[in-house]
């Protein structure tokens, strides 16, 4: 009889640690936190690859972004606030909110002369709003902006998806990491959002001509980086005391509405006409029916 603790002549000595390893990617919330940093990422790539491939209609596009405002909305209502406040209290929610917005609002501010750094100043009537989502660049029906063939427009947006995407995705890590489930609500609005984000930023890269591999590289990098920010989320911040998890709840609540005010809306009803309102709404709901699950 063989020795109880030998393996047998089929079970080869790396079998162990692949087990042990596939252990820790389904323990929870690890391997939670995988998953759902895949999915809300995974819009990214698919959205950049859209961007680089196909030309959509300047309305769809909008009717895109309106649906991604509608749901971070709910999910900065009731996914990050307020468990921001549950956990920090008003003052320190509050703090965090305005200081999410104050960067947002001032790094999205230099993103702007960064991507038209020659543009003479206009009227105040004749200015269009954020050059970041520069709907131009992916429409089929008008020729790219000269921000967009520049390709400065595409490389703002990333840097602004970048910047209220780690908050957010912390935030999502967070919900999970605290309670073991939940974040529907708040995964399904950062995928609506990055989606046409990284569609609209791939569309501005390609105007200027560059590669399809650096394009997807680009936004590779940044799906990477939010999916470890989930990650983090998940375990060590989860594990911090209610008033330091409470921070980058509130933080990524102010980010997300400075980035609706600044980008996201005024794009998308400037493009979309009435109908935007509807798929905001539609957004809305869905975001907030997951967010019951």
Not at 232 to 244: F, I
């Amino acid at each position: 009889m063989p020795h109880a603790g030998r393996r047998g002549p089929s079970e080869p000595p790396s079998s162990t640690t692949f087990r042990a390893v596939g252990a820790a990617l389904h323990t929870e919330p690890v391997g939670t936190a995988l998953l759902f940093g895949a999915v809300a990422s995974s819009a990214l790539l698919l959205g950049a690859f859209l961007g680089v491939r196909v030309a959509f209609p300047k309305r769809l596009l909008a009717m895109l972004l309106s649906f991604a405002a509608g749901a971070l909305i709910t999910a900065l209502a009731f996914e990050l606030f307020e468990d921001a406040y549950e956990q920090g209290g008003i003052v320190r929610a509050a703090i965090g909110l305005f200081v999410g917005a104050v960067v947002f609002t001032g790094l999205s501010a230099l993103l702007d002369r960064w991507a038209q750094p020659t543009r003479r100043a206009k009227p105040t009537a004749e200015v269009e709003g954020s050059v970041k989502l520069d709907t131009d660049a992916a429409a089929s029906d008008r020729p790219p902006t000269s921000a967009s063939t520049r390709g400065t427009a595409g490389l703002a947006l990333l840097a602004a998806v970048t910047l209220d995407g780690v908050p957010e995705n912390l935030a999502l890590g967070v919900s999970l990491g605290a309670a073991g489930s939940g974040g529907l609500a708040l995964l399904a609005a950062i995928f609506v959002s990055n989606l046409p984000e990284a569609l609209v930023g791939a569309s501005s890269m390609r105007s200027q001509g560059r590669s399809t591999a650096s394009i997807l590289s680009l936004w590779t990098g940044c799906a990477v980086l939010l999916v470890i920010a989930v990650v983090v989320g998940a375990g060590p911040l989860a594990n911090s005391d209610p008033e330091t998890v409470s921070l980058p709840l509130a933080f990524a609540a102010g980010a997300v509405i400075a980035s609706l005010a600044d980008t996201i809306m005024p794009e998308a009803y400037e493009h979309g006409g009435p109908a935007v309102a509807m798929s905001t709404a539609a957004g809305f709901v869905l975001s907030f029916v997951l967010s019951l699950a």
